[in-house]
Structures are given as structure tokens and as C-alpha cells.
């Protein structure tokens, strides 16, 4: 099975100055669960989710996907909002997230998963699930728990609004770097923390500390992986893009099916990864993803879409 652990939300999307807002289930790791569920794999959802509408609206399309809830924690908290104004295909986001389900869960409601989730294939986190406070900490808490057991994928996915003290996040962003297994960061969010300093130099110091692959998005320029001494890229798949809501979230499950098909969804296979099989779940990857951005809201595709 793998885990995809953080929040889910109701992406509140206008297209283009519209006056109305459409409903549209999300949250970068709940979005991820749902592109594997549809691509095939044994996939689960590890968060909150409120007892509200919204919540059983999020619920009701983890079901239709095909995805676990062995995972889930209900509450009465109310669902995270982010209202997504789409303008030339980008969205910049606005949340409503005080009290909300996913942002105060705390250790004790994640502990009594700590068993099942090291028998699972794979753990995907990141997202604002570790940018806000408390849930910040305590997924923290959890990564820090569960690393060495299982093969672990970080994607930063950073959203600076809910980074209250920066610093901190930054701080907490290099720790995780020694408990994580393959980190998934963009060129913008990459700026974000690291400002000028050279990415290469960088990764180099993620590898050494125990990361076995570093994974560059650069949006229309595709992606590329580095590991050990060597790097693979691969160029992305000419689209016409309605909107990039969703797109690095179905990247992350593409790849990680991909890796799962090739046999390599373990920490000992990841160290012996060759460029050819990096090369085929990079290329997955962006075509699962090229296909996301085909559509309004997020909307992974299903199989049969390939």
C-alpha cells in the first residue's frame, strides 16, 4: 500500500475574474491518493477529515477513486477552504483554515496509526499539512517516527501564506532532509527558500545526508532527477494547460507508480536505481500530470485516460 499523509480541502476555484466559485475537492496529498486510486494502485488517505458537507463530499470522491480510508481520522472540526483564483492557468490561493480538521491534529491522534503505517510500500507527505501549526509538528513528529522502515516522499509543495515564521519552516524543511528518502521540490518553491544560492551545491548536500533522489519540477521545462554523481531530465509534454491545480500532486503519484511497477518501491532498490528507470517514472509522471492540467479543479485522470 501507499500512504499519501497530510491534508484535504475544498479547492474553491474561479476561472478567469468569474464572480462565482465552484467546489472542488483537494489538498496536495488527498490529491495524490486520488491519482493513484485511478492510475490502479493500492492507495490510502492518511488526514483528517471533517463530519461537515464538505467533508463527506471529500469522502465520497475518495470512495468513487478507489482509495483506503483505514487512514482516516473524522471530526466535527470544520473542512479547510481555499478559495483559487485561475487567472492565464495559474491559481493563487486564498485559505480558510482556523480550527479546521486538518490543521489541529495533534500526536495522539496519529500515533495509534504508527503500526500499520510501517507496514505500508511507501509514505508521501508534505504540503501545508507541514507549514501550519499544530498539525505541523506532529506530522513532524510522525515522519520522524516511521523513517528507516519505509521508503519516504517529501514534496516541499510550499504555500508561503501559512509559513507564519519562516525561519522555523526553513529549519524544519533541513531536518526532514535526514529523515526522508526522496525529496520533490519546484524551481519557484526552491527560490522561496534558498534564494540564488545553486540548486546543484544544494542537492549535493541533501544526497550526503541521507536523501537517495532529488527531484527538480520546472514547469513547462519538465523535470529532472539527481542521485548519487549523475542526473536524469526529461522534457514535459506540450499541453493546452486550463489550470496547474493538482498538476505537481498526480507528478508525485505518477512517479511513485511508476517505481512500484518497475520493482523499485523499497530503500534498498532505491540505492541501486539506474538512469533508464528514472527516466521511465520521470516521463509517467509528466504525462499523468499533462493530463491534470487539461482540466478544470483537480482531477486526475483514470487509467483508462493513459
Known amino acids: 500500500m501507499i500512504i499519501c499523509a497530510g491534508e484535504s480541502l475544498i479547492d474553491m476555484v474561479s476561472f478567469r475574474g468569474e464572480a462565482e466559485y465552484t467546489p472542488h475537492v483537494g489538498g496536495s496529498n488527498f490529491n495524490s491518493s486520488i491519482a493513484l486510486g485511478r492510475l490502479g494502485a493500492d492507495s490510502y488517505y492518511f488526514g483528517a477529515i471533517s463530519n461537515d458537507s464538505y467533508g463527506e463530499l471529500i469522502e465520497n470522491t475518495l470512495r468513487h477513486s478507489k482509495v483506503k480510508e483505514d487512514f482516516v481520522i473524522k471530526t466535527n472540526r470544520p473542512t479547510t477552504l481555499a478559495y483559487a483564483d485561475v487567472i492565464e492557468g495559474i491559481a493563487e490561493y486564498t485559505f480558510v483554515d482556523e480550527h479546521s480538521a486538518g490543521r489541529l491534529l495533534d500526536q495522539s491522534s496519529l500515533k495509534p496509526f504508527l503500526v500499520g503505517l510501517k507496514k505500508a510500500k511507501a509514505l508521501l507527505v508534505g504540503g501545508i499539512s507541514l507549514q501550519a501549526e499544530p498539525c505541523g509538528s506532529s506530522w513532524q513528529w510522525l515522519i520522524g517516527e516511521v523513517s528507516g522502515h519505509l521508503p519516504i516522499y517529501f514534496d516541499a509543495n510550499i504555500r508561503p501564506d501559512f509559513i507564519e515564521d519562516k525561519q522555523s519552516f526553513f529549519d524544519r524543511f533541513i531536518e526532514l532532509t535526514s529523515k526522508v528518502d526522496i525529496i520533490k521540490i519546484s524551481d519557484e518553491d526552491y527560490r522561496y527558500l534558498y534564494g540564488a544560492q545553486d540548486f546543484s551545491e544544494t542537492s549535493k548536500g541533501w544526497l550526503n545526508n541521507g ?15 539527481l542521485y ?59 504525462k499523468v500530470a499533462s493530463i491534470t492540467v487539461t482540466k478544470k479543479g483537480a482531477n486526475p485522470p483514470w487509467l483508462e485516460e493513459l
Open 228 to 286: 548519487s554523481d549523475h542526473e536524469v531530465s526529461v522534457q514535459s509534454n506540450k499541453v493546452d494547460v486550463l489550470d496547474t491545480i493538482a498538476a505537481g500532486d498526480t507528478f508525485n503519484a505518477g512517479f511513485l507508480l511508476s517505481l512500484d511497477k518497475q520493482g523499485l518501491l523499497d530503500r534498498e532498490s532505491l540505492n541501486s536505481i539506474g538512469k533508464t528507470q528514472l527516466k521511465t517514472a520521470l516521463t509517467f509522471a509528466n
Open 211 to 225: 536523501v537517495k533522489l532529488v527531484i527538480l519540477t520546472l514547469g513547462s521545462d519538465g523535470a529532472k532527477v
